[in-house]
């Protein structure tokens, strides 16, 4: 293993650093910092300086490290208390546990996926009066049901999709009382730990990086590897069997210049922070879809129309939204 010095990317505004920049296009920032500097990005933003290493190669190192040197909950718990002025009281997360084994796994996971199967249903048919009007097609007759369908999906907690515009409705309460909320630019990243103690980083290519107390440490999962070429070739294109072997089983062998690649895809995050309702996300997702496609007939408006690019205000927030409506209609099946 070698010592490497790491530059320090300050940007031109002292203290704060790119910390206008930065939240803007978070994917652009990076990858450019990436070609400029290397796998491991010093960056300052907003007073702290922010360690993020890029390679998905060395991504095992950050997120198996010990709680004693990197801390998933301090940021968490100052964020919560910068937005909603609340001030931990040491045992949330062992409610959050106890909670989440209860109703997010075995026969409460059950009971939770039988209700939403239960309210798809009676939302997606509610409106069904007669034979002859089911034949039809429609674009917008169940534009209300739709959004209402949505937000009420929103409303469980555990959809990681809710923080946008949860944000966005204390922001509008914060400024109509004439407050302003503390700006922080990790907001958009996936994982973001506080360094507790000195510490040594090591890289896959043996590469070692000193860590300072006090610093922070952050992953951005989009950018090192969702869309990373070299792992996913083509990323921005849709291919159906991407994550599929040509038999239709799983794939989960993912190369990076020859070397496996273990943390290819964590739309739920890893280690000790992993999403605890992964598993009723994912059942409530293949339930909707089932539906939709069991139900409903669909055709697109205009079949050559660009797919649109992603909303970069929303990277870390969970699903990307597009930036416009894609116009299509439908009708029932029967």
């Known amino acids: 293993s070698k010592w490497v010095v790491r530059f320090i990317i300050r ?17 652009k920032f990076l990858e450019r910092m990436k070609k400029k500097h290397g796998d491991v990005l010093m960056v300052q933003l907003g007073g702290f300086y922010i360690t993020f290493p890029q390679d998905p190669l060395s991504l095992g190192a950050f997120v198996k490290e010990t709680p004693e040197k990197l801390d998933f909950n301090l940021f968490a718990r100052n964020l919560v208390q910068q937005l909603f002025g609340y001030r931990s009281i040491g045992n949330e997360k062992q409610i959050l546990m106890t909670t989440s084994h209860k109703h997010l796994r075995g026969a409460g996971l059950e009971v939770l996926t039988r209700a939403m199967m239960c309210n798809l249903q009676n939302v997606m048919l509610q409106n069904i009066v007669s034979s002859a009007d089911q034949t039809n097609w429609v674009e917008d007759r169940y534009s209300c049901t739709a959004r209402i369908l949505f937000s009420g999906l929103a409303t469980y907690p555990f959809l990681a999709m809710h923080h946008t515009s949860l944000k966005e409705e204390v922001n509008k309460v914060l400024k109509e009382s004439g407050q302003e909320r503390p700006f922080d630019p990790l907001l958009h990243c996936s ?18 990086y000193h860590i300072r107390k ?8 989009y950018s090192a590897f969702h869309t990373n070429p070299e792992i996913h070739p083509d990323p921005h294109s849709i291919k159906y069997d991407c994550f599929l072997n040509p038999d239709g089983s799983k794939k989960t062998d993912f190369y990076k210049a020859g070397t496996k690649v273990k943390y290819y895809n964590m739309p739920f995050g890893a280690g000790v922070s992993m999403y605890p309702g992964r598993f009723f996300a994912n059942n409530e997702l293949k339930q909707f879809v089932f539906l939709m ?10 079949p050559d129309e660009k797919i649109p690019d992603t909303d ?18 439908y009708r029932l099946r029967f």
Do not use: S
């Open 214 to 221: 006090g610093d922070r440490m952050a992953v951005f999962p």
């Open 11 to 27: 940007g031109l505004i002292p203290w704060l650093g790119h910390v206008l920049e930065f939240p803007k296009d978070t994917i």
């Open 191 to 208: 994982f973001v730990t506080a360094v507790l103690q000195d510490m040594t980083f090591e890289m896959a290519d043996g590469c070692e």
């Open 312 to 329: 970069v205000n929303r990277l870390g927030f969970g699903a990307l939204h597009p930036i416009r409506d894609i116009q299509f209609q």
């Open 293 to 302: 496609l069991v139900y409903f007939e669909f055709e697109l408006k205009n």
